[in-house]
């Protein structure tokens, strides 16, 4: 498959790109951390957004959605790190709707997916409970209580867990840490009673929460899947979201990019631009042939994720470990091609590196998927 856009993905970038460019460039995220919001996000924008069909690109048709794929989102994901617009797209529109369209039952999907494609409902993913990413370290109980569970213990760097409407909780329900079987998802609704959220501003401006379950009940219709065989599916769901990530690295790559190159044209000293500067055009020359080739390997993960999702591991891998090595280098090129103003906060690109840091980390850093493709080839 070619590793170019379509007509009409094209056309949809565009379209993202028109939208978010002129609604929420960086100054939009910087009005929210000043003025504190405790929101994170702009909810007129996210109606705006549900109107333009993004919130249900990977919503079936059949519940009100777009019945696109990966490589869409990729795509609108890539043009959300140009301005590093906060939003719960990730969250709600990628993670959510993807655990309920392929593990949901026909009731779970009706009630929860027409609203995730029209923008009603808000969800994240409950995943991490330590410093790292390590999904099989799952440690919140689930014990079976009636004809259900009651769910104990805590989760961290729930992405946008502040604002939920539902959650999609990973929990043990057998078995020990480290474990593949006996982890079960579940649909869980954050009012419930036992159950404490507490938003955690991170250092890149955008929201999180800390979570504690103290014997939350939940039933057994609010179980996503199977019980005890919940590893399949939220590793297929967490692969989504690495693509998705990477694909916003390369986006906030490429918009760091092009800010550094046009600073090196337009600043002088010793009476040139320092972009005549021969050191400097090697440097800016490797990060745009990095971007490039990173871009490709996103985009042919995004494609394995459409074409076969359940060997689309290995791609996704690559894909996330490069995304997350090139942000990193084009972030720091970018401040330190800036020179002493980078380093200010009245200057944007500060906000490129942070963003970038926090999306390393998120499902798993550079790493943790060569780590992963390590061990896939028997190292």
Not at 94 to 111: D, F, M, N, T, Y
Not at 258 to 283: C, D, M, S
């Amino acid at each position: 498959m070619a590793l170019v856009l379509t007509e009409e993905q094209s056309m949809l970038r565009d379209s993202a790109r028109g939208l978010i460019s002129d609604k929420a460039p960086v100054a939009h995220l910087r009005g929210l951390r000043d003025a504190k919001d405790t929101t994170g996000f702009s909810r007129e924008l996210w109606t705006t957004f549900a109107e333009m069909g993004f919130s249900g690109l990977l919503v079936p048709d059949q519940f009100g959605g777009s019945g696109l794929g990966c490589v869409e989102a990729g795509i609108v994901m890539e043009e959300i790190g140009r301005t590093l617009m906060p939003s719960p797209f990730l969250s709600t529109s990628v993670l959510a709707a993807s655990a309920l369209a392929r593990g949901g039952s026909e009731a779970q999907k009706a009630q929860h997916l027409p609203k995730i494609a029209n923008g009603s409902l808000l969800a994240a993913l409950a995943i991490d409970e330590g410093a790292k990413h390590r999904p099989l370290q799952t440690k919140l109980q689930a014990t079976r209580s009636g004809n259900g569970f009651k769910l104990s213990g805590d989760k961290a760097f729930v992405v946008d867990g502040h604002t939920a409407d539902l959650l999609i909780v990973a929990a043990r329900s057998a078995g020990s840490a480290g474990d593949k079987n006996g982890l079960t998802l579940f649909l869980v609704d954050p009012k419930a009673k036992g159950l404490a959220v507490e938003r955690t501003a991170m250092v890149d401006s955008h929201n999180a929460a800390r979570i504690v379950f103290d014997n939350v009940e939940v039933n057994a219709d609010s179980v996503l899947g199977e019980v005890d065989q919940g590893f399949g599916l939220l590793e297929g769901v967490l692969n989504i979201g690495r693509g998705a990530v990477a694909s916003e690295m390369v986006g906030l790559s490429d918009e760091v990019f092009g800010r550094t190159v046009t600073y090196l044209k337009e600043r002088k000293q010793f009476g040139k631009a320092i972009g005549e500067f021969q050191a400097l055009q090697h440097r800016a020359a490797q990060l745009y042939i990095d971007i490039e080739i990173t871009r490709a390997a996103v985009l042919k993960a995004l494609q394995a994720l459409d074409t076969d999702a359940e060997k689309a591991a290995t791609a996704v891998a690559v894909a996330k470990a490069r995304a997350g090595t090139t942000a990193t280098l084009a972030v720091q090129e970018g401040v330190q091609m800036h020179g002493g103003m980078g380093m200010t906060d009245q200057f944007d690109i500060g906000f490129f590196m942070k963003r970038a840091r926090v999306c390393q980390e998120l499902f798993g850093d550079s790493n943790f998927h060569t780590d992963q493709l390590a061990s896939g080839k028997g190292y």
